[in-house]
C-alpha cells in the first residue's frame, strides 16, 4: 500500500518499506525526469516491487543491490517499453563514426523514450555515443537544436529542452551553489589563492542561461562572464541578476574575451550539446589562465540508470547529440592538453529504491548518471 507521512511518500508490503522518497524529490526529480505522471511512477515502483516476489519470492527491500537492479530493469521493460521494436544493426556501418573515426558498433538506444524519430548509437570500446535520426541514419547536428522559448517551457516537446526552467530558481541555486563549493574544494593548491584574492579569479560560464552558476560564483566575490545561445534567455538573466551575457557560439569569447585569462571556465551540461566538443576545448584553452582548470558536468553513458531504464534514461534527449563516459570524457580532454584533477559519478533518481549508500557506492564504480570532472593543463 502506498503512505504518505512526514517521512515523505512510502511503498509498504507485508508491513516492510519497499520504496520511500521525500515529497520534492519524487515531483521535482523522480517524475520530472522521467517525464510521467504520479500515478505512472507510482505504477512503476508497484511493477518493480512485484518483480522481485515473482522472480526471487523475496521482498524487494531484502534483495541485494545487484537483484534490485535486476528487477528495476524488469519493471521498467514492463511499464516503459512494452510496442518498443528492435532495429536491425545492418544500418551501424553509415551511422557515423567517433572523434577517433571508429564506426559505431552498438546501439545504445533504439528510440528516445519511445519517440522513434532518433536513436544513439555508439562506440563501445571507447564508451561514447552520439544521436542518430532515424530516417536518414546520418548523426543528428547541433546546428538543427532551436533554443527557443519553447525549449524552457513545461508545454515544450517531450524529451527535450529544460522543462520549467524559470520557474526553478530555489532548487537550481541551491545546486550552483553546491557545485561552485565542488569547484573550488577541488582544485587544489589555487583554493586558498583564490579565497584570498577572489577579485582577481575569472570565470567564464559557456552557455550559462539564466546564470545560475555565475550568480554562484559571484557570491564567492569571482568575476564571472557567460555566453548563451538564446538572446531571451540572456535578457532574463540581466533582469534577475543584472549580468550581462555575450550571445552565440564559442566565437563570442574570442571576440569579447581577448585580453582576459580566465581561471575557471565552466561547461554544466553543455558538452552534450556540441557537434565539434574537441575543437570548443582547444579553443577554450587559448583563453585559460596558465594555471587555470576546466570544469564539465555532462550525464554518463555507462550510469547505471541506462542500464535499468535502456530507451528511457533520461538523459537520452533529442536535443543531446553526444553522450561521454568518464572514460572517453577523460580521454578527448587529454588529447586537447589537460589531466583530470577530480572525476566523480552521482546518482540521485533511483534512491527511493536503492537507498544513499549504494547510490555512493556505484558513483565511486563511475556508474552514478552525472559526471562531474575538473581538468588542468598537463604541463602544470
Not at 12 to 30: M, R, T
Not at 207 to 232: H, I, N
Request: charged content about 20%.
Amino acid at each position: 500500500m502506498w503512505s504518505e507521512t512526514t517521512l515523505g511518500i512510502l511503498y509498504i508490503v507485508d508491513g516492510e518499506v519497499q520504496f520511500s522518497d521525500d515529497f520534492d524529490h519524487w515531483k521535482n526529480g523522480f517524475c520530472r525526469l522521467l517525464e510521467i505522471s504520479d500515478q505512472a511512477a507510482r505504477a512503476y515502483v508497484e511493477r518493480t516491487v512485484a518483480q522481485a516476489a515473482k522472480n526471487y519470492g523475496k521482498l524487494f527491500s531484502a534483495l541485494p543491490v545487484k537483484q534490485r537492479i535486476e528487477c528495476l530493469a524488469a519493471g521498467a521493460k514492463q511499464c516503459f517499453h512494452a510496442g518498443c521494436h528492435t532495429r536491425a544493426r545492418k544500418a551501424l556501418t553509415i551511422w557515423g563514426t567517433d572523434p577517433e573515426g571508429a564506426h559505431a558498433n552498438t546501439i545504445y538506444a533504439q528510440t528516445i523514450s519511445g519517440n522513434s524519430k532518433c536513436m544513439v548509437v555508439g562506440y563501445d570500446k571507447h564508451e561514447f555515443a552520439w544521436l542518430v535520426d532515424a530516417q536518414t541514419n546520418l548523426p543528428v547536428s547541433a546546428e538543427s537544436i532551436t533554443y527557443d522559448a519553447t525549449y524552457y517551457d513545461s508545454g515544450g516537446t517531450a524529451h527535450m529542452g529544460l522543462k520549467d526552467y524559470l520557474n526553478q530558481a530555489d532548487w537550481r541555486l541551491e545546486k550552483a551553489a553546491r557545485l561552485a563549493r565542488t569547484v573550488i574544494e577541488h582544485a587544489g593548491t589555487r583554493k586558498k589563492s583564490w579565497l584570498t584574492n577572489p577579485s582577481s579569479v575569472n570565470v567564464l560560464d559557456l552557455g550559462g542561461g539564466l546564470g545560475y552558476m555565475r550568480k554562484a560564483f559571484a557570491d564567492y566575490g569571482f568575476k564571472q562572464y557567460g555566453t548563451e545561445v538564446s538572446a531571451q534567455i540572456a535578457q532574463e538573466c540581466a533582469r534577475r541578476f543584472g549580468f550581462e551575457t555575450w550571445i552565440g557560439g564559442i566565437d563570442v569569447i574570442t571576440k569579447f574575451a581577448r585580453e582576459i585569462r580566465f581561471n575557471i571556465i565552466t561547461l554544466f551540461d553543455v558538452i552534450e550539446h556540441l557537434d565539434q566538443p574537441l575543437e570548443v576545448i582547444r579553443v577554450l584553452k587559448e583563453h585559460l589562465a596558465p594555471d587555470g582548470i576546466v570544469v564539465i558536468r555532462t550525464p554518463n553513458l555507462m550510469a547505471i540508470e541506462r542500464q535499468v531504464l535502456a530507451d528511457y534514461y533520461y538523459s537520452f534527449k533529442l536535443d543531446h547529440v553526444l553522450y561521454f563516459s568518464p572514460k572517453s570524457l577523460t580521454r578527448m580532454m587529454s588529447q586537447s592538453g589537460f589531466k583530470p584533477l577530480f572525476v566523480e559519478t552521482t546518482s540521485h533518481l533511483l534512491k527511493g529504491f536503492l537507498g544513499a549508500n549504494n547510490l555512493y557506492k556505484i558513483g565511486t564504480k563511475m556508474k552514478g548518471a552525472d559526471i562531474m570532472a575538473i581538468y588542468a593543463r598537463q604541463d602544470r
